[in-house]
């Protein structure tokens, strides 16, 4: 399974001559490609899947989904218990 993944962009550089930055997931941060959302800012939240910023969404929309994600490890979890 594949998951496209919030976080919030804390940097933004560039590298190799593509723009990059440093995004943030609840505390554990990864360098990620920019390419695909040129108009991003520091403070923003975007989509990652492999690497790559996909898409830019809002704080509600990436709490939200930080939530479901969450709720379906702890779930998964459980059920590895049992």
Known sequence: MCLAIP?????????????MGSVDYSGMKNKVCLMYVPTISCGQYVIVHAGFALNIINEEEARKSI????????KGMEDEIR
């Open 67 to 74: 939530e479901l994600i969450n709720e379906y490890f702890e």
């Open 7 to 19: 976080g919030k962009v804390v940097e933004i550089f560039e590298e190799n001559g593509l723009l």
